[in-house]
């Protein structure tokens, strides 16, 4: 009997050692010795060597890559021949020690006080202890990252607490058996708008800014609801804010630059596809790897992901409703719409296309002067196929149909910036969704 009391204090000391440990764990572990380069590569070949880096090189981690200039980091043991083959190229480049970095960021990471945030004004609004408490709870939420039952949590609450007009489900199950969610929002759950605005992020797992500005729109919409009224008229939004939850707890775990989902292959070391290369609009073309150790990896076929399955079931089953696709990723502040597989194809409705984008990026810039650059990501970035946008346009007929790329110098925007990211961002947001009625 003692024996077996001891044994279970000893498991369950063991089980909560283990869970302090993983909660508590470095995300950061294995990347000592590691440097992140700025490069800036004006010519055609420079560019081209990235590009071929890019999709064949699995030691060299890009985190941008523009026609200019890119950011990337490498590994100890590769970065004596990168720099030889840098010098070759004649480019020139700026280096800093990954953890250098990363220690800098968490010192910026504190929050700062900021009363910018709209409380309610005098007369506004009820004034009651709860209304001020619930205020202060979203202003937190909003300058950390949350984990993913965090999201869901506070996905599910804004659905209990709007229930008449905010839904919450589940578009299926990632690879590891996490929720796919979704919130559906509308003026009236009971009736079935004739359009739905659809808006997803963290396709990347490391790019976190990117689910907390969905959050955002989500909680700014549904709390100042009235507000929103003609642009919600006739319109559902359904918003994904975590399209890979098994990449970003990974990220938060183990591996704080992880970009892919978490897929594993029996007898292969590496793991995860690149989501963003799995749709099936000229899946594999360009830009995309067939090997599964890439960071660009396409996946054995088209769709083959629960995760990219998921969307496009949910995209399919509305495609008569569907008129804007959102695909929020980070970093670069970019708004893209397609063709992003191949420079120089030209969508016929590119004029549209890139008024809406400019009217969003200058509703955007509104807010604090932010600037984005407007165009396709194969003429901006590099040409990449089977991604959500060239799939939502060019196979589903979606008319508008876009990546965005939000702001920062590296994935983690300080917790102090996470706030202004994502009320610039949400005017842009609903400068996009004011041309869904218009469909
Ligand atoms: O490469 C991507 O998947 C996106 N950039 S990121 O740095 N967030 O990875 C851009 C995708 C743009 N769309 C297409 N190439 N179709
Ligand atoms: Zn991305």
């Not at 910036?417 to 041309?435: N, Q």
Request: net charge neutral.
């Amino acid at each position: 009997m003692f024996h077996k009391i001891v044994c279970s204090l000893w498991l369950c000391l063991a089980v909560l050692t283990c869970s302090i440990s993983s909660s508590s764990s470095n995300n950061l572990a294995g990347y000592e010795g590691y440097t992140k380069y700025t490069v800036q590569h004006g010519g055609e070949s420079a560019f081209q060597y990235m590009v071929d880096l890019q999709t064949n090189d699995t030691e060299v981690d890009f985190w941008l890559l523009t026609r200019n200039m890119s950011i990337l980091t490498v590994g100890p043991s590769h970065k004596p021949q990168f720099e030889s083959r840098l010098l070759q190229l004649g480019v020139q480049y700026q280096t800093q020690p990954l953890m250098d970095l990363m220690a800098s960021l968490e010192g910026n990471s504190t929050y700062a006080e900021d009363d910018e945030f709209e409380e309610c004004q005098p007369g506004d609004c009820e004034s009651d202890r709860s209304h001020s408490r619930k205020r202060r709870q979203a202003r937190s939420f909003f300058s950390r990252y949350p984990r993913y039952h965090e999201v869901l949590n506070f996905m599910s609450g804004l659905a209990a607490r709007y229930p008449q007009y905010c839904r919450y489900e589940s578009l299926g199950r990632s690879n590891e058996g996490r929720h796919i969610a979704g919130l559906s929002i509308s003026l009236n759950q009971r009736v079935r708008p004739r359009r739905v605005a659809y808006i997803q992020a963290a396709t990347h797992g490391r790019e976190w800014i990117t689910t907390q500005t969905v959050l955002y729109l989500a909680y700014e919409l549904l709390t100042n609801l009235r507000a929103f009224q003609r642009v919600l008229n006739d319109v559902e939004l359904f918003l994904v804010p975590l399209v890979n939850p098994d990449g970003y707890e990974y990220t938060h775990t183990t591996d704080r630059f992880w970009r892919k989902n978490r897929h594993r292959f029996a007898g292969h070391s590496c793991s995860g596809v690149d989501i963003n290369r799995n749709f099936g609009n000229h899946w594999n073309y360009q830009g995309a790897s067939q090997n599964l150790c890439s960071e660009v990896y396409s996946g054995t076929s088209p769709n083959s992901e629960p995760e990219t399955s998921a969307v496009v079931r949910y995209l399919q089953f509305n495609r008569h409703r569907v008129k804007l696709s959102l695909d929020v990723h980070s970093f670069g502040k970019f708004i893209f719409y397609p063709y992003g597989y191949a420079r120089n194809t030209v969508p016929p409705t590119v004029a549209t296309l890139r008024a809406v984008a400019l009217r969003a990026a200058n509703q955007i810039g509104r807010y604090r002067g932010t600037h984005y650059t407007v165009g396709t990501s194969a003429s901006i970035l590099y040409e990449a196929s089977g991604s959500l946008d060239d799939f939502a346009y060019g196979s589903l007929g979606i008319p508008l149909s876009y990546t965005v790329e939000l702001p920062g110098e590296e994935f983690h925007v300080a917790s102090f910036d996470i706030i202004h990211v994502c009320k610039e961002t949400f005017a842009g947001f609903i400068e996009f969704i004011r041309h869904v009625s218009l469909y």
